[in-house]
Each structure stands twice: as structure tokens, then as C-alpha cells.
């Protein structure tokens, strides 16, 4: 069974339960303040954000023939 990851609305408290394919948040308590107030967090792992590549370096510089 996966696990899916809760997040309460009422404290913030992040936690995973083991549930069914189909899990009802209905269903879903937070473990620390026992509030039925939990969203569902959905672990995206491939996001297609903006995908920043490191800078990289200056391409060489040709030239230098001081011919002016
Ligand atoms: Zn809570």
C-alpha cells in the first residue's frame, strides 16, 4: 500500500499514513491534535518547473592577437 502525506490545516503538522489506493480524507485524523482539518500533500517529485542549470563557465576567449 502506498503511503500518502497529510498536512493539518490546524497545526501544520506534517504526517504520512499507510492507506488504500483510494484513501477518504474523511477518514484522515491528525495525530497530534486529533482535527480532521488534513489536506492531502501530493509529493511531486518531477516537476516541470523552471529547471535552473548551474552558470556555467565563460566559453573561451579566442583572440589575443594584439593586432588592435
Ligand atoms: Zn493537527
Redesign the pocket.
Known sequence: MPIYEYI??????KFALLQSFYPTVNDTF??????G??KKVISSFSCNSGDKTDSSPPPPRFGGGGGG
Open positions: 493539518c490545516l490546524d497545526c501544520d503538522k491528525c495525530p497530534k491534535c486529533s482535527s482539518q488534513v
